[in-house]
T-cell receptor, first 110, second 111 residues
Framework: SQTIHQWPATLVQPVGSPLSLECTVE??????LYWYRQAAGRGLQLLFY??????ISSEVPQNLSASRPQDRQFILSSKKLLLSDSGFYLC?????????FGSGTRLTVV | QKEVEQNSGPLSVPEGAIASLNCTYS??????FFWYRQYSGKSPELIMS????GDKEDGRFTAQLNKASQYVSLLIRDSQPSDSATYLC???????????FGSGTQLTVLP
């Protein structure tokens, strides 16, 4: 079956600390993968997307980066977190039936 | 800049009524349109997709698309308290067919 995994579920990090969020998909090959962020009470903002290994496109210049080291793995990173990086981070995968989201990571930067 | 606009709400309807959610989009070449439901603290869940003009029905949900007017809507018939959530309209476009989301409409169904 096709599934998408995202971890951790919640994270509290101090300002200036690094970040690594991981997303993996199962049951497919060469998927289009996306990272979105949702600030409290807001809509979803596209951060990065990838159409293949090593291929990353950035939608919004900011303190974050993304990598795709393997076909079914998509990683969101930061070297030094800012307070404004707090939010709900969602990985998504484009399927033939629409887009499926992971369960998300709620990041609080303190 | 591609934009997707939704009535921010909140929208309240009594149980058993029809809830109507609306969405407009700016990019005329958009081809795919989606409605997601998001419960508080959870990730969005796909409930409807529509690709051509007209209506598409799935159970109590009907999506309507009018590309000439750049308008998408979602009707929920026989609304239930469990339908209370934020509904996100999303439009697909771009080289990787990435989704652009509206800000969402919060729906409350009153028992």
């Amino acid at each position: 079956s096709q599934t998408i995994h995202q971890w951790p579920a919640t994270l509290v990090q101090p300002v200036g600390s690094p970040l690594s969020l991981e997303c993996t998909v199962e049951g497919t090959s060469n998927p289009n993968l996306y990272w979105y962020r949702q600030a409290a009470g807001r809509g979803l903002q596209l951060l990065f997307y990838s159409v293949g290994i090593g291929q990353i496109s950035s939608e919004v210049p900011q303190n974050l980066s993304a990598s795709r080291p393997q076909d079914r793995q998509f990683i969101l990173s930061s070297k030094k977190l800012l307070l404004s990086d707090s939010g709900f981070y969602l990985c998504a995968w484009r399927t033939p039936h629409g887009y499926t989201f992971g369960s998300g990571t709620r990041l609080t930067v303190v | 800049q591609k934009e997707v606009e939704q009535n921010s709400g909140p929208l309240s309807v009594p149980e058993g009524a029809i809830a109507s959610l609306n969405c407009t989009y700016s990019d005329r070449v958009s081809q795919s349109f989606f409605w997601y439901r998001q419960y508080s603290g959870k990730s969005p869940e796909l409930i409807m997709s529509i690709y051509s003009n007209g209506d598409k029905e799935d159970g109590r949900f009907t999506a309507q698309l009018n590309k000439a007017s750049q308008y998408v809507s979602l009707l929920i018939r026989d609304s239930q308290p469990s339908d209370s959530a934020t509904y996100l309209c999303a439009v697909s476009g771009g080289s990787a067919r990435q989704l652009t989301f509206g800000s969402g409409t919060q729906l409350t169904v009153l028992p």
